[in-house]
């Protein structure tokens, strides 16, 4: 069964910057997107940024971004580690939420989220 783990929330201040990390319990190139989502109370999760990805190197690698976090977030990855990251910069009080990190290959699949508070 495979198994995402988060790490790397915390309390930030607004303006700052927050990298959060997700470690898979397997080769990551099986997935064929990767990705981050986040949730916030009251509210219905949403995707954050995702990355293509895969064992050939001749795929198309295609990173999508929502409106809200474009220009200020970064996702990247690390097939050698089996792990991706969301780089956040310029942080801001509505980014506060639940983010949990995500593949998809044939299903979903989800880890159980690491919290990231902005906050003066």
């Known amino acids: 069964q495979v198994q995402l783990v988060e790490s790397g929330g915390g309390l930030v201040h607004p303006g700052e910057s927050l990298e959060v990390s997700c470690k898979a319990s397997?080769?990551?190139?099986?997935?064929?997107?990767i990705g981050w989502y986040r949730q916030a109370p009251g509210k219905e999760r949403e995707v954050v940024a995702t990355?293509?990805?895969?064992?050939?190197?001749?795929?198309?690698?295609?990173?999508k971004y929502s409106n809200s976090v474009r220009g200020r977030f970064t996702i990247s990855k690390d097939n050698s580690q089996n792990m991706w990251y969301l780089q956040m910069n310029a942080l801001r009080p509505e980014d506060t939420a639940t983010y949990l990190c995500y593949a998809w290959e044939i299903n979903d699949y989800w880890g159980q989220g690491t919290q990231v508070t902005v906050s003066s």
């Open positions: 990355i293509t990805n895969g064992a050939s190197t001749n795929y198309r690698e295609v990173t």
């Open positions: 397997g080769d990551i190139r099986t997935f064929r997107i």
